[in-house]
T-cell receptor
Framework: SAVISQKPSRDICQRGTSLTIQCQVD?????MFWYRQQPGQSLTLIAT?????????ESGFVIDKFPISRPNLTFSTLTVSNMSPEDSSIYLC???????????FGPGTRLTVT | GENVEQHPSTLSVQEGDSAVIKCTYS??????FPWYKQELGKGPQLIID?????GEKKDQRIAVTLNKTAKHFSLHITETQPEDSAVYFC??????????FGTGTSLTVIP
């Protein structure tokens, strides 16, 4: 399985500001994903981070709000822009492993917007 | 799209007893069904998975069963221990690159 780290692990931000979350994987992976987990809720896919091209966003998520970069096969960033209290969530980076479909998650970034 | 339902939402068992969590899915094309354990303050951890060509899979105290006809799959934990206390998520897919997650089961093992 891949070892995934995320920075920051948690942050408290003010309304209207932006936060960039970093995801680093210890090996090259094809697929990287960003999920949101609202308090006490399940996981919702925000987007697939594509290396060398624009991310693929799921319904309800747009690039202007959640810009994503993926400059190489081990690193990605997610920015939460113009934050509001409704953006308070855990943001999770995920990758697929060597075996088809197996998906591994990072420790998450706990974001609180005040 | 896929719809995954998970029951129960909360489950309390005495240490040493068994725990069962059930999920149903809607898309007959789904062929991979993982289970994740999420401890407080951590990301989900893959604990076991099953593919559609298999009916049952076991790993020590954890087992998963799949009934493709009925579109349901279950997680079984035997001889539960306090460290099994966590939130468990099932998932089904993929549809494209996406997996659909259940709403989670908060398991408490009472010493």
């Amino acid at each position: 399985s891949a070892v995934i780290s995320q920075k920051p692990s948690r942050d408290i931000c003010q309304r209207g500001t932006s936060l960039t979350i970093q995801c680093q994987v210890d090996s090259q992976v094809t697929m990287m994903f960003w999920y949101r987990q609202q308090p006490g809720q399940s996981l919702t896919l925000i987007a697939t981070a594509n290396q060398g091209s624009e991310a693929t966003y799921e319904s309800g998520f747009v690039i202007d709000k959640f810009p994503i970069s993926r400059p190489n096969l081990t690193f990605s960033t997610l920015t939460v822009s113009n934050m509001s209290p409704e953006d308070s969530s855990i943001y999770l980076c995920s990758v697929t492993g060597q075996v088809d479909y197996e998906q591994y998650f990072g420790p998450g970034t706990r974001l609180t917007v005040t | 799209g896929e719809n995954v339902e998970q029951h129960p939402s909360t489950l309390s068992v005495q240490e040493g007893d068994s725990a069962v969590i059930k999920c149903t899915y809607s898309d007959s094309a789904s062929n991979y069904f993982p289970w994740y354990k999420q401890e407080l303050g951590k990301g989900p951890q893959l604990i076991i998975d099953i593919r559609s060509n298999v009916g049952e899979k076991k790993d020590q105290r954890i087992a998963v069963t799949l009934n493709k006809t009925a579109k349901h799959f279950s997680l079984h934990i035997t001889e539960t221990q306090p460290e099994d206390s966590a939130v468990y998520f099932c998932a089904a897919g993929p549809t494209g690159n996406q997996f659909y997650f259940g709403t989670g089961t908060s398991l408490t093992v009472i010493p």
